[in-house]
């Protein structure tokens, strides 16, 4: 069966310090991979998606980035942590075609 | 973009029956989704409509109107461990999800 992780589950950094959150998914081959991010009390924003390896598309603009180095692991990175970066971090990801996406645990961050 | 709308608040007694409403824009629709997120959690999918009706799953039924851009999730026989967010997400044909700003349903004893 597919499973999917978040690490770390939580985070708390300082404005200005860099960010790498990994996410990996098992049991599957290429799937399409997503990142989220959920303020407190708001819906869920897109940020980036994948549906290969070195295939990134960005929803909004923001001072983060992802990376997909393999198949199966989704990297989303910030070189200057912002207060408004502070959220929760959810990983999707989504057998291409199926139109169903499954989430990680998440992370929570939080920029002091 | 494409709009998702619902309800931002419900309550509902335990053993009420509650139907949380979920409306979209129809141009493009490829299927819709109800996910369930306890606090603090990630999304668990609920349920998947992509052609008009219902969908019974236990104590959860969701019904879909692609005229209408119109969707609703019907949970019976509430429990106290229903109270949750539960968020609309709708598949558009080359376009990823677009999730709903989510509805926090609270059940009371």
């Known amino acids: 069966s597919q499973t999917i992780h978040q690490w770390p589950a939580t985070l708390v950094q300082p404005v200005g310090s860099p960010l790498s959150l990994e996410c990996t998914v098992e049991g599957t081959s290429n799937p399409n991979l997503y990142w989220y991010r959920q303020a407190a009390g708001r819906g869920l924003q897109l940020l980036f998606y994948s549906v290969g390896i070195g295939q990134i598309s960005s929803e909004v603009p923001q001072n983060l980035s992802a990376s997909r180095p393999q198949d199966r692991q989704f990297i989303l990175s910030s070189k200057k942590l912002l207060l408004s970066d502070s959220g929760f971090y959810l990983c999707a990801w989504e057998l291409a075609g199926a139109n169903e996406q499954f989430f990680g645990p998440g992370t929570r961050l939080t920029v002091l | 973009g494409q709009n998702i709308d619902q309800p931002t608040e419900m309550t509902a007694t335990e053993g009420a029956i509650v139907q949380i409403n979920c409306t979209y824009q129809t141009s493009g629709f490829n299927g819709l989704f109800w996910y369930q997120q306890h606090a603090g959690e990630a999304p668990t999918f609920l349920s998947y409509?992509?052609?008009?009706g219902l969908e019974e799953k236990g104590r959860f039924s969701s019904f879909l109107s692609r005229s209408k851009g119109y969707s609703y999730l019907l949970l019976k026989e509430l429990q106290m461990k229903d109270s949750a967010s539960y968020l609309c997400?709708?598949?558009?044909?080359?376009?990823?999800?677009?999730f709903g700003p989510g509805t926090r349903l609270s059940v009371l004893p």
């Open positions: 997400a709708v598949a558009f044909y080359g376009q990823n999800f677009v």
């Open positions: 409509n992509v052609l008009d």
